[in-house]
T-cell receptor
Framework: NAGVMQNPRHLVRRRGQEARLRCSPMKGHSHVYWYRQLPEEGLKFMVYLQKENIIDESGMPKERFSAEFPKEGPSILRIQQVVRGDSAAYFC???????????FGPGTRLTVT | AQSVTQLDSQVPVFEEAPVELRCNYSSSVSVYLFWYVQYPNQGLQLLLKYLSGSTLVKGINGFEAEFNKSQTSFHLRKPSVHISDTAEYFCAVGAGTALIFGKGTTLSVSS
């Protein structure tokens, strides 16, 4: 049973470009969470999605960031016009039900140059 | 709102020594408590969790934690550490959907 998959594992973008991060949840999981880890910090919640719905986006920056979890395919975290401060590790987690145990992917490390 | 405080940012210990990583939380509602471990450049792995019931929780790799409601603590312990336990450890609290993480404690085990 494959775990949570994230790709790419490493992503380098120049300032102003777009970054697209993908997350495939564990088989049987329909709940996806995105977290961001800045250097020397713990993980900060960004957004919680179920298939085709954003349930809680209280941790998402108001501008440039968006997330989706379509009926088919992986969840996507999209960052438009990246800035140096977006450099971080972005982790995806999935669960089988609301409030269920969250299983984490290996993360995508975004570097903005 | 919930919050988590990990009281030590770094804990250096010698191999085979006991270790305790401290975690305090605040919450106005009943919560679930978790400890995760992160090895360099990897994702988070669940060590153990407290949902309800016995306050002493045993996890993987010989770790255990004790939930203390009166002190709002959930300290992680291991009686004898190995070099391979060197990693970042995160305490987290959940009361709904999102997990709230502490800033992490770096455990460094040396011989």
């Amino acid at each position: 049973n494959a775990g949570v998959m994230q790709n790419p594992r490493h992503l380098v973008r120049r300032r102003g470009q777009e970054a697209r991060l993908r997350c495939s949840p564990m088989k049987g999981h329909s709940h996806v969470y995105w977290y961001r880890q800045l250097p020397e910090e713990g993980l900060k919640f960004m957004v919680y999605l179920q298939k085709e719905n954003i349930i809680d986006e209280s941790g998402m920056p108001k501008e440039r960031f968006s997330a989706e979890f379509p009926k088919e395919g992986p969840s996507i975290l999209r960052i438009q016009q990246v800035v140096r401060g977006d450099s971080a590790a972005y982790f995806c987690a999935s669960s089988r039900e609301t409030g269920g145990e969250q299983y984490f992917g290996p993360g995508t490390r975004l570097t903005v140059t | 709102a919930q919050s988590v405080t990990q009281l030590d940012s770094q804990v250096p210990v010698f191999e085979e020594a006991p270790v305790e990583l401290r975690c305090n939380y605040s919450s106005s509602v009943s919560v679930y408590l978790f400890w995760y471990v992160q090895y360099p450049n990897q994702g988070l792995q669940l060590l153990l969790k407290y949902l309800s019931g016995s306050t002493l929780v045993k996890g993987i790799n010989g770790f255990e934690a004790e939930f203390n409601k009166s002190q709002t603590s959930f300290h992680l312990r291991k009686p004898s550490v190995h070099i391979s336990d060197t990693a970042e450890y995160f305490c987290a609290v959940g009361a709904g959907t999102a997990l709230i993480f502490g800033k992490g404690t770096t455990l460094s085990v040396s011989s």
